[in-house]
C-alpha cells in the first residue's frame, strides 16, 4: 500500500523540476493528483502522473491570478472530494540588486514566489478546515535562510515562503493542518539549466562546489523531502524550514585537516 493511498494532493509548479516530481511521487505512493501551472507538463511526464494516479487533473493557471486560483481549487474539490496536502512549488528565479532592479521585476519575483504561495494556500485551506486535516508544503530556498549576491527579489520572496511558513503554521495547528517549507541548495531543473550552458557554466561549477557534498540535488530529492512532509510520518513537525541542501548551510570549509 502505497504512503499516500486515498489522499489527494494539489501541487502547483507541477509542468517541471520539483513540482512535477512531487506529483510523480505522491502519485506513485497512491494520491490523486490535481496539478496547476502556467505552462503544461510534457506528455510523457503527464501521462507517467496518469498511469499511476488515474483521473489525475491538470490546470492551467497562474498562481498570481486568484480567480484562476479559486477556480482550479473547486475543480480538484469538485473531482476528489477534499484536499489533504497542497505543494506549492511553483516559482521563478530573478536576478539584480537594490539599485539596478527595476520595480517591475521585484513585483514578478514577489507575486509568484510569496504571494502566489499565500493565495494558493488561501484557498486550499478551506477544504482542510473543514476536515480539520492537512499538510501545506512550501518550497522555500537556502536563498529564504541566507543571502545571495545580485538576487533581492529571489532572496525578499524566499525569506518571506519561510517566515510566512512559520505564521501559518501558528494559525493552523489547533486545526489540525501543519505547514511547512522546504530549504533546497540547488537543484537540477529548468531553473538551474541555464548553469549548464557554455557562458554560465563556470558559475554553476563554482555553485556545486559550495554544496559540500559536490554537485545539485535531484529534483526526485526534493520530493522525498516533500513526501515525507505530506505523511503521518511527519504528524508532530510543523513550521519547520527543511533543509535540503547537500550541506550548502553547514558552514565554511577551510580545508585545515
Ligand atoms: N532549482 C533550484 O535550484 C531551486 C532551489 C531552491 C528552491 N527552488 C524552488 O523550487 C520551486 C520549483 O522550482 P524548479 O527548480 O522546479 O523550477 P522549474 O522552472 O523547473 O519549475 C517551476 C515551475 O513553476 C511554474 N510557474 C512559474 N511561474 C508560475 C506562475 N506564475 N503560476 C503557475 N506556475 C508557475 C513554471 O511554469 C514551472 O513549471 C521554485 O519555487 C524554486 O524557487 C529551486
Known amino acids: 500500500m502505497g504512503r499516500l493511498e486515498g489522499k489527494v494532493a494539489l501541487v502547483t509548479g507541477a509542468g517541471s523540476g520539483i513540482g512535477a516530481a512531487a506529483a510523480a511521487r505522491f502519485a506513485a505512493e497512491g494520491a490523486a493528483i490535481a496539478g496547476l501551472d502556467v505552462a503544461k507538463p510534457a506528455d510523457e511526464a ?11 487533473i491538470f490546470r492551467e493557471a497562474d498562481v498570481r491570478d486568484e480567480a484562476a486560483v479559486s477556480a482550479a481549487v473547486a475543480a480538484c474539490v469538485e473531482e476528489f472530494g477534499h484536499i489533504d496536502v497542497l505543494v506549492n512549488a511553483a516559482g521563478v528565479v530573478g536576478f539584480g540588486s537594490a539599485h ?4 517591475e521585476e521585484f513585483d514578478r519575483v514577489v507575486d509568484i514566489n510569496l504571494k502566489g504561495s499565500f493565495i ?6 478551506a477544504s482542510m478546515i473543514e476536515r480539520q486535516s492537512g499538510s501545506i508544503i512550501h ?9 545571495i549576491s545580485g538576487q533581492l527579489a529571489y532572496n525578499a520572496s524566499k525569506g518571506g515562503v ?14 489540525g493542518i501543519r505547514v511547512n517549507c522546504i530549504c533546497p541548495g540547488g537543484v537540477e531543473t529548468a531553473m538551474t539549466a541555464m548553469l549548464n550552458t557554455e557562458g554560465l557554466k563556470a558559475i554553476g561549477d563554482k555553485l556545486r562546489s559550495y554544496h559540500p557534498m559536490g554537485r545539485f540535488a535531484r529534483p526526485e530529492e526534493i520530493a522525498s523531502a516533500a513526501l515525507f ?8 513537525v510543523t ?3 527543511l533543509l535540503v541542501d547537500g550541506g550548502y548551510t553547514a558552514g565554511h570549509r577551510m580545508n585545515l585537516d
Open 46 to 56: 503527464w501521462a507517467a502522473i496518469e498511469a499511476s494516479a488515474p483521473g489525475a
Open 100 to 103: 539596478t532592479l527595476e520595480v
Open 120 to 125: 494558493v494556500a488561501k484557498h486550499a485551506l
Open 139 to 147: 518550497i522555500a530556498s537556502v536563498e529564504g535562510l541566507e543571502g
Open 162 to 175: 519561510v517566515l510566512m511558513t512559520k505564521n501559518m503554521a501558528l494559525d493552523y495547528s489547533p486545526m
Open 229 to 236: 512532509l505530506a505523511t503521518d510520518e511527519s504528524s508532530f
Open 239 to 241: 513550521g519547520s524550514s
